[in-house]
């Protein structure tokens, strides 16, 4: 279940069941060599291999509107793996790491606020899903933001999965 909290005044939303269905695609395609360029190499990308828990989501339409909401138990975790591979409950595929560039920040919809990677999640609902690492300088990761598109009843929208240790 998820407590929905509203971001713009009169928005209601009706349904969020499909945030926990849809996470990636069933078919696990193997990690390329072109697909982890980015991350090859880099040993502080080993900080964000393990089991990673689900600590709240929320959908924001491109219309305007959305809100969160926190996680009451029972979802699944993101596991990345040290292979370079990543599981969402029974759906997979390969992860890496790149620079977060301005086009990231614009596509989002927010400004920067400090992260400058971003992990990348191929293979994810039949297409790619990204967001910021929160993390400090040559310290800890603090969350992980799994950003991708959703079509909903209500239009286009953005779904925002935050996870943490």
């Known amino acids: 279940m998820i407590a929905i909290r509203t971001r713009a005044l009169g928005f209601a939303v009706t349904s969020v069941a499909f945030l926990f269905a849809c996470g990636g695609s069933s078919s696990a395609g193997k990690a390329s060599d072109a697909g982890l360029a980015g991350s090859a190499g880099k040993a502080s990308d080993a900080r964000l291999a ?8 929320s959908i924001y339409y491109d219309a305007g ?38 086009m990231d920040w614009n596509a989002w919809g927010i400004s920067s606020y400090g992260p400058t990677r971003k ?26 933001w799994v950003i991708y598109p959703y079509q909903s009843a209500s239009g286009p929208a953005k779904v925002w999965l935050k996870f943490g240790h």
């Open 119 to 144: 992990l990348i999640l191929a293979g994810w609902s039949g297409g790619t899903a990204q967001g910021p690492i929160d993390e400090q300088p040559g310290g800890p990761v603090s969350y992980l």
């Open 65 to 102: 509107g959305g809100g969160g909401g926190v996680f009451a138990g029972g979802t699944h975790s993101l596991v990345l793996g040290t292979d370079r591979m990543w599981s969402y409950g029974t759906t997979s595929g390969a992860w890496s790491v790149a620079a977060i560039s301005s």
């Open 50 to 57: 393990g089991t990673w828990s689900p600590l709240s989501a």
